[in-house]
């Protein structure tokens, strides 16, 4: 049952939460009302300490109708058991949101993983609609909201890396560069490995290393060992953004290059149409200037008549 208590700095609000575990607000507010969910109060509103959330979500359990035996400890599958090598997308090529769920999806459905594509692209799109699961920092968890075993040949977790970004609905209204697309076919995987990700990825510098890497094999290690520290509760000190200068390789400078020269040509364009226009003002005013169109004359504006002119005229008064 939910307790009373005082203020915590590490409380989060019912929209943090819901936004935390990928779930609507109200499915979180019914679980939390049903006692499933461990909250306190404060100010008579329901607040959730993240380290008790993170262990409920370790203590969640198979639903009736999966077998113990059948569906492995989310707490405990190895990572590389569910990120084979063929899962990582170093280059997404989408562009929109759905080019992304599908270009995902399509990895899986390639490598045998995932039995029916139309399903859960519509799935995932669907629970995408209710409210986006990308976070802030340019990190998306994509996944559907109901599990069909039926439809998933294995537990799998597709990551891909766009370049550029690509504006997803995150909270702090920034691009999205990483997406997992969680395809983990039991309930019991879901929360377990859903919760592990977020961790090992909360330090903004994990997130621009990965960003940096262009080889599959170093972005897989890497988040391997994120995984790794976070379960054993050795994750390094959380860093700014700004703090961790990734290392680019030959090909992402080139591209950073062009960029650089692209914007800088544009700008050396824009520099010159206004040095013209300030060297001869007159020229750039008619040239700016529309001429007008051929037709009869336009009348020019009524001007009132003044009050001189209208006054009546008086006759001057008999002696």
């Known amino acids: ?13 019912m929209h943090e939460l819901a936004a935390y575990l990928h779930l609507d607000e109200q499915t979180v507010s019914r679980l939390v009302n049903a006692g499933k969910i461990p909250a306190v109060q404060v100010d008579r509103q329901w607040r959730f300490k993240r380290s008790q959330i993170d262990g409920w979500i370790e203590e969640q359990l198979v639903g009736e109708d999966e077998s113990f035996a059948d ?40 490598n045998g993983w995932l039995m029916d594509k139309p399903w859960f692209v519509g799935a995932v799109v669907e629970r995408e609609s209710l409210s986006s699961t990308a976070m802030e920092g340019g990190v998306a968890f994509l996944h559907t909201r109901a599990k069909d075993k039926g439809k998933i040949g294995r537990p799998f977790v597709i990551v891909g890396r766009s370049w550029e970004g690509i504006m997803f609905g995150a909270p702090d209204q920034g691009p999205t560069y990483l997406f997992f697309l969680l395809g983990l076919k039991y309930d019991r995987l879901h929360l377990p490995i859903l919760g592990r990700l ?32 976070a379960r054993a509760g050795t994750s390094t000190e959380f860093a700014t953004a700004t703090a961790f200068k990734p290392k680019l390789d030959r090909q992402l400078r080139l591209r950073a ?25 007159k020229r750039a005013k008619a040239k700016a200037k529309p001429k007008p169109k051929s037709g009869p004359k336009q009348a020019g504006p009524i001007t009132p008549p003044s009050t001189s002119a209208i006054r009546p005229k008086v006759a001057p008064a008999k002696k």
């Open 198 to 229: 977020a961790r090992a990825l909360r330090n903004p510098a994990t997130i621009a290393r990965l960003r940096a890497m262009s080889s599959p094999d170093q972005l897989r290690a890497l988040l391997l060992k994120e995984d790794a520290n």
């Open 71 to 110: 569906v492995p400890d989310g707490m405990k599958l190895p990572l590389e058991d569910l990120l084979p090598d063929q899962a990582i997308i170093t280059n997404l090529r989408a562009r929109t949101p759905v080019g992304v769920i599908e270009e995902l999806a399509a990895r899986a459905y390639t």
């Open 1 to 13: 049952m939910a307790k009373k208590s005082g203020t915590d700095a590490q409380l989060l609000t």
């Open 257 to 281: 290059i062009r960029r650089l020269q692209q914007q800088k040509k544009a700008d050396i364009t824009t520099e010159e149409k206004r040095a013209a226009a300030l060297a001869n003002p």
